[in-house]
Structure formats: structure tokens, C-alpha cells
């Protein structure tokens, strides 16, 4: 017979949490029962999935090799899980969103206030990272991004560009004073990443001299250096069109380093016919498209 979808959503839980125990929490089962699935799985398949020992399990490479098809069937059943709440001909039931952190955090909560209050029906979910999640397996159904898709099956549309660049709290440059070249950051309490990642590699091409031992606080959050900004710790990079609407933070260093992010709204062909998706999709093009305007408004600069 063939394996039940429950062995392996056992099998793709235990290889994302790591141990039997884990899994057995994030699926609200117990340990001998996620024990019993794997055991079930590798009979099935004829093959060893997991390598037992005192330190735990360590999956094999048959294991490996079978972890993309678990984890698409596991986005599979979320997506139809959620696809089957509510009437496809009206904006109603569930939508999975899929953000930057701060995206998610900086604008989504207010878009999705008035969505909620536009769409009664309408359920989110939101899901902050800032890895780019597959909406060809489904695991979001519509994803903002701040890299141009390429995929042919997805629908995208570019919603206009926010600004990154330097701020700090005014009472932090009544302190310390405020710098007037990049050279001059040096001196100061930086505000910066602790890993690097391809798309801060990136960024750091711009400013030649800096790297992760300039900062004085290293965190891998954007709502946690925004935090941190606020707070007068230092000086960091941020939104402008956010830092604009907390009139404590002080623009520096604009004519020397603004960098420009491009933003589209993303959802895979199949489900532009639905109405909740094509609502939210619609809204959320609207919504980020007049924050991107915002840095073109008189007297912002």
C-alpha cells in the first residue's frame, strides 16, 4: 500500500525540527507515535531514513533526497486547507502572505487592518522573512518582494520603490554630533547586520570600509534595529518613508548613501480568478504603491 500523508508529515516534521521529540510538539502528537510513522515510512520505502544514536537522528541521504517532495506536500495540504475555507466567488476565508520583515512589520499591519475592515471574511496569515518563500509549492499565496519574480507561472506587479538610508534619534546627535561624511561614521554607535547575507553583500558595495566589526550593535531584525534606532542607540539604516512618520529621527548622510528598493506584489497565476486573492492582491498593490509615492511627496525630499 501506498504511505498515508500523515508518515509523511511526520517524516518532513522530524527532518525541520530535528528529533523525534521536537516533531512530536510542533504536530501535537506524542514521541512513539511520530517513532511508529518513521518506522512505518521506512518500511514502506524499503529504505533507512534516519540514523539513530545517542546524539539523536541524523537523517541519511535517501532522507535527504526525498525532504523537497514532504515539504511540498506538507505546503500542498496548507494551501488546500486554506483554499477550502470560504466561497471562491466572494473575498472571503484565508490568505497567506509573505513579507520582508520590514515590509511585514513597518506596513502590513495597518494594510491589513483596513482589508480586515473592507472584508469581514477575510483570515491572514503572515508570514515575516526575508528568504524568498516558493509560491509555485504554494507555501504563501501572495508575497511581497523586493527582488523582480522570474518565474513565468506567477503574476507580478511592481508597486514603486522605498528608500533605505541613514537615521538616528535626535537626542543621540545632540550627544554625539552629526556626521558629515561616511568617513565620519566611524566615530559613532553603528546600528548593522550580525550574518551576512547575498543581499548585504550587496548593499555594503556602497559604503567601502564597513563591514560587521563597525557595528556597535549587530542584530538580524529589521523591526530590532528600527527599535534600536528609535530608542537612541545609534545610527542605523532604515526605511525613510517610515523614519519620516517618527519625528524624533534625524536624516544623515542623504546626498552620500540612499539606496533604492524595488517592491511587486507576487501570486501564482491559478489564483487570479479567486476574489479573495484578487482583493488582496489589488489592495496590496494600491496600499504599497502610495507608501512608494510617499518619497516622492513635496517636502520629503
Not at 171 to 183: E, H, K, N, S, V
Not at 196 to 216: K, V
Not at 275 to 301: H, M, Q
Amino acid at each position: 500500500m501506498e504511505p498515508s500523508w500523515d508518515l509523511y508529515r511526520s517524516f518532513a516534521a522530524v527532518l525541520r525540527e530535528g528529533s523525534l521529540s521536537a516533531a512530536a510538539r510542533a504536530l501535537g502528537m506524542t514521541q512513539p507515535s511520530i517513532a511508529r510513522h518513521i518506522d512505518a515510512l521506512e518500511a514502506a520505502t524499503g529504505a533507512t531514513l534516519f540514523v539513530r544514536s545517542q546524539r539523536g537522528l541524523s537523517p541519511t541521504d535517501h532522507a535527504l533526497a526525498l525532504q523537497p517532495h514532504a515539504d511540498a506536500l506538507v505546503s500542498a495540504a496548507a494551501a488546500l486547507q486554506r483554499a477550502a475555507h470560504g466561497r471562491p466567488d466572494l473575498p472571503e476565508g484565508v490568505v497567506r502572505i509573505s513579507a520582508s520583515q520590514a515590509v511585514g512589520v513597518l506596513h502590513m499591519p495597518a494594510i491589513l487592518a483596513r482589508l480586515r475592515q473592507a472584508y469581514p471574511g477575510l483570515v491572514f496569515e503572515l508570514s515575516l522573512s526575508d528568504a524568498l518563500d516558493d509560491l509555485l509549492q504554494r507555501r504563501a499565496d501572495i508575497a511581497v518582494r523586493m527582488t523582480e519574480p522570474v518565474q513565468q507561472a506567477l503574476l507580478a506587479r511592481p508597486v514603486g520603490s522605498v528608500v533605505l538610508g541613514f537615521h538616528a534619534h535626535r537626542d543621540y546627535l545632540a550627544r554625539r554630533g552629526i556626521p558629515a561624511t561616511l568617513a565620519d561614521l566611524h566615530g559613532h554607535d553603528l546600528i548593522g547586520f550580525d550574518t551576512e547575507t547575498p543581499f548585504i553583500r550587496a548593499a555594503m558595495q556602497y559604503l567601502p570600509g564597513f563591514d560587521r566589526a563597525s557595528f556597535a550593535l549587530r542584530v538580524d531584525n529589521d523591526a530590532a534595529q528600527f527599535a534600536a534606532i528609535r530608542a537612541g542607540f545609534g545610527i542605523g539604516i532604515c526605511q525613510t518613508v517610515a523614519a519620516r512618520r517618527e519625528p524624533a529621527l534625524v536624516p544623515i548622510l542623504t546626498d552620500a548613501f540612499q539606496l533604492p528598493l524595488r517592491m511587486w506584489v507576487v501570486m501564482h497565476e491559478d489564483l487570479r480568478h479567486g476574489a479573495r486573492y484578487r482583493a488582496v492582491f489589488d489592495a496590496l498593490a494600491e496600499a504599497l504603491a502610495a507608501i512608494a509615492a510617499e518619497r516622492n511627496a513635496p517636502g520629503t525630499g
